[in-house]
């Protein structure tokens, strides 16, 4: 028999977020990356973390984890074979706590 997941209707089911303001990040050269951190109130390590940025990334990975309480790190990587020079972005984090899943 398959398990049931809840998230929203657990009494302490809600969803985190942050966002930070990128003004001039630095040009990316292949195979480096540009980590940004955004505060998350309530965020906690083993969270479930969703990373975006409000910009083309231009073929670059955008990857996201809880590194500390209260912070998160989204992380900007480039394999593209040459350097990358974004503009000016918003870097944005949802955050599932694990704790709101549970069994029914």
Avoid: C, R
């Amino acid at each position: 028999m398959a398990k049931n997941y809840w998230f929203a209707k657990h009494p302490e089911g809600k969803l985190l977020q942050g966002s930070v303001a990128v003004s001039d990040p630095a040009s990316l050269a292949n195979d480096d990356v540009i980590d940004v951190s955004i505060t998350v109130a309530g965020a906690a390590l083993g969270d479930f973390v969703l990373g975006s940025i409000s910009i083309d990334p231009e073929d670059l990975s955008v990857s996201a984890s809880v590194t500390a309480a209260d912070t998160v790190t989204l992380t900007l990587s480039n394999s593209t074979g040459g350097a990358v020079d974004l503009g000016a972005f918003t870097a944005h984090a949802l955050v599932v706590p694990n704790k709101t899943y549970y069994e029914a």
